[in-house]
């Protein structure tokens, strides 16, 4: 099945990546300073090291020093782009091919990637049999396995012949990798994260791209040829990727408070309901579809309301108990948090075109106030103290996440979990396997992702703060800029729409929002 090969290829991407490079720049800081070599710059730039790498890159040069030790290699292992990131040449010695017209960079152990790091070990440090022989062999899995897999999928048999090897190369220079190894052995696919690795391990890109941007004056013909091979080389899960990461490159930032939003119209439920009276409470929360269609859930009718924005072509969905939260799961599927009983809260899939459920998913223990979100076609939703992936087509919990807080507003984006800390004016989010946090000036409520990639965050305070793609900055909007939000706790924004909805649970009043 294409979904569990991806899923192999993600395991193994994952250890790669996450335990071996760190490994391998680990195991390169400590030889070096156990040598009493305090940087990486100054180890480049003893005259073993940049003799040795220089004639991994240059070939038929004698050196005008330590020239016994000179190298013809038949084979130049040191591509172009990895010399350049770490030698500069000195302008004062042109015609002279020798590695003392080289002088160190400045560069970081985090700027080598492991096939780099790789060849400075074997060549250049101290290994003892065992060590050489893992980091051989585990540089050969990277390749043979990722770097030149351009389908970015494992089947089963070559994952079972890979896998007890892969353990006990990284337990060969680490025993104490046992529990990383197995913890990510046992992580859900995460195809953002996996989209990512593929398109950093494929070594065809960095290729590609160091062609395309040194030649200069390529003609049109050549750059359609190269565009081609380019698309060729690239799988089908990069491509997607990196299409989207293009759409969103093209987005300017916002600057962080600016005006985004005006009201453009409100939607009056009351007719539409066949309700004249108070509206409060009955509509605990709303979604826009992708096709710009609105769905509700009626608390207190058991119902799910689809109508468009303007409260036009209206149906209902009977839903057997107390609908609570919702979420798109594709163009024409939602999960409804719902609640029949206080011991019995359950997950619920809907048809909304065909306007039946087509799930039921028993959930012991879900606090159906936390919300609900999507991430990697997966459902998130909460639990005492925690987050729990849920795969909405077989029912399977896929993993629990440890949050050691009550949980509000659980929100999706980029890969990451955000939700906010039910007690204390925190903003958290969940990645790469941590929980980080941000303080804000009041308990978050309810949030959403902005089409850049930042947030607005709703506060108990009533105040809305715009939050940076990073999360490392925020700032209050304005009382002119977020009256749209006044008495509402939700808001939840479209990228495809560029539209927004809030909800007053109060009111039962809703509002579009349209970008300014």
């Known amino acids: 099945m294409d979904v569990e090969d991806r899923q192999r290829y993600f395991i193994v991407g994952s250890v790669i990546l996450e335990i071996v490079q760190p490994l391998f720049r680990t195991r390169l800081e400590n030889d070096y300073q156990s040598k009493g070599i305090g940087s990486l710059q100054a180890f480049l730039n003893t005259l073993p090291v940049i003799h040795i790498l220089f004639h991994l890159r240059h070939r038929n040069a004698f050196c005008c020093k330590d020239n016994l030790n000179c190298r013809n290699n038949s084979k130049l292992p040191l591509i172009y782009c990895q010399w350049d990131l770490l030698y500069t040449e000195n302008s004062g010695q042109p015609g002279h091919n020798c590695y003392c017209k080289f002088i160190a960079n400045p560069v970081q152990l985090n700027e080598l990637d492991i096939t780099l790091t790789s060849l400075i070990l074997l060549n250049c440090c101290h290994l003892g049999p065992s060590e050489e022989n893992a ?183 009977s839903v057997d108990g107390k609908p609570y939260c919702v979420i798109p799961v594709n163009n024409s599927t939602v999960a409804v948090t719902v609640i029949k009983t206080c011991v019995h809260p359950s997950l619920k899939i809907y048809d909304i075109n065909n306007e039946h459920e087509l799930n039921s998913i028993p959930v012991p223990g879900m606090t159906i106030t936390c919300g609900i979100a999507m991430i990697n076609n997966k459902l998130v939703i909460g639990a005492d103290r925690g987050l729990v992936i849920v795969d909405y087509q077989t029912g399977e919990k896929l993993k629990y996440i440890e949050t050691n807080c009550v949980l509000s507003g659980i929100h999706t984006s980029g890969g990451r979990i955000f939700f906010g800390h039910y007690k204390q004016n925190i903003l958290c989010w969940y990645s790469f396997a941590n929980v980080h946090t941000i303080r804000l000036p009041s308990k978050p409520r309810s949030m959403t992702t902005l089409q850049d990639g930042s947030l607005y965050v709703l506060c108990t305070d009533g105040s809305v703060q715009h939050v940076s793609t990073d999360v490392k900055q925020f700032k209050t909007l304005n009382i002119n800029q977020s009256k749209f939000c006044n008495e509402i706790p939700f808001i939840r924004y479209n990228s495809k729409q560029k539209k927004g909805v809030t909800l007053s649970v109060k009111t039962g009043n809703i509002k579009i929002l349209y970008e300014v």
């Not at 300017?252 to 509206?279: A, C, E, M, R, T």
């Not at 929360?285 to 009626?298: A, I, P, Q, S």
């Open 135 to 317: 980091v051989r062999k585990l540089r050969r899995y990277k390749n043979d396995y990722l770097s030149h897999n351009t389908e970015g999928k494992i089947n089963e048999t070559e994952y079972k012949s890979l896998w007890t090897d892969l353990i006990n190369c990284v337990l060969q220079l680490d025993p104490n990798k046992q529990d990383e190894l197995i913890r990510i052995q046992n992580r859900p696919l995460d195809e953002g994260l996996c989209s990512r690795y593929s398109t950093y391990l494929l070594n065809v890109h960095k290729k590609l791209n160091e062609i395309d941007t040194r030649i200069q004056g390529i003609d049109s013909a050549v750059q359609e040829l190269l565009s081609y091979h380019r698309k060729e080389a690239i799988c089908q899960y990069c491509k997607e990727f990196i299409g989207q990461g293009m759409n969103e490159r093209k987005i300017n930032p916002y600057k962080l408070g600016q005006d985004i939003f005006y009201v453009h119209h409100q939607v009056y439920l009351k007719p539409v309901l066949n309700k004249y009276s108070s509206l409060e409470g009955e509509i605990l929360d709303v979604v826009m579809m992708d096709d710009g269609r609105l769905v509700m859930c009626l608390y207190n009718q058991c119902r799910l309301l689809i109508c468009n924005t303007d409260g036009s072509k209206a149906v209902t969905i």
